[in-house]
T-cell receptor, first 116, second 113 residues
């Protein structure tokens, strides 16, 4: 099946620094999604990307859908302590057999720690 | 707006006991519904998904089952829990269609003792 390689696995940064993480796949996706999960809670959608080459921002977050449709990155600028959490990328593959459901393949997550 | 409710938030059950976790969605019709499990460490594993009432697809063989008795209700069950069933269970929904993002509930922390 499809697999996503997400890196780095963890990051320890100082408040104010910029952060970059990425995901790569051996197969193409139609949609790339980025989620943030805080302890004891479910993942929350940050950014959704629907088109190859698309660059989308959400406040201090910027994400891009790779031209090859096999990768995506997420940048966080000027990090703050509340950015702490686990960030997941997820990809939706092209539909098979006309089935319309949104099965996702998830990366293993990037644990972000921000020191004040 | 759409909301998803998942309960209970935490659960401690002995080995061999039954399980029932419930998830409901409000503010949308005919959603796709999903159950994921997140083991300690991080990855999310898709357990079941449903595109309609009574339509359940299982992704991995396991000790669990799922049911969708109503359009916006998704239930995760087990007749006899195993120690390995411990984990963080997440319900999610997406709008019908292939390019809709998933929205997650707050999860249930299940500990089997």
């Amino acid at each position: 099946g499809q697999q996503l390689n997400q890196s780095p696995q963890s990051m320890f940064i100082q408040e104010g620094e910029d952060v970059s993480m990425n995901c790569t796949s051996s197969s193409i996706f139609n949609t790339w999604l980025w989620y943030k999960q805080e302890p004891g809670e479910g993942p929350v959608l940050l950014i959704a990307l629907y088109k190859a080459g698309e660059l989308t921002s959400n406040g201090r977050l910027t994400a891009q859908f790779g031209i090859t449709r096999k990768d995506s990155f997420l940048n966080i600028s000027a990090s703050i302590p509340s950015d702490v959490g686990i960030y997941f990328c997820a990809g939706q593959p092209p539909p098979r057999g006309g089935t319309s459901y949104g099965k996702l393949t998830f990366g293993q997550g990037t644990i972000l720690t921000v020191h004040p | 707006s759409q909301t998803i409710h998942q309960w209970p938030a935490t659960l401690v059950q002995p080995v061999g006991s039954p399980l029932s976790l419930e998830c409901t969605v409000e503010g949308t019709s005919n959603p796709n519904l999903y159950w994921y499990r997140q083991a300690a460490g991080r990855g999310l594993q898709l357990l079941f998904y449903s595109i309609g009432i009574g339509q359940i697809s299982s992704e991995v063989p396991q000790n669990l089952s799922a049911s969708r008795p109503q359009d916006r209700q998704f239930i995760l069950s087990s007749k006899k829990l195993l120690l390995s069933d411990s984990g963080f269970y997440l319900c999610a929904w997406s709008a019908a269609g292939n390019n809709s993002p998933l929205h997650f509930g707050n999860g249930t922390r299940l500990t089997v003792t």
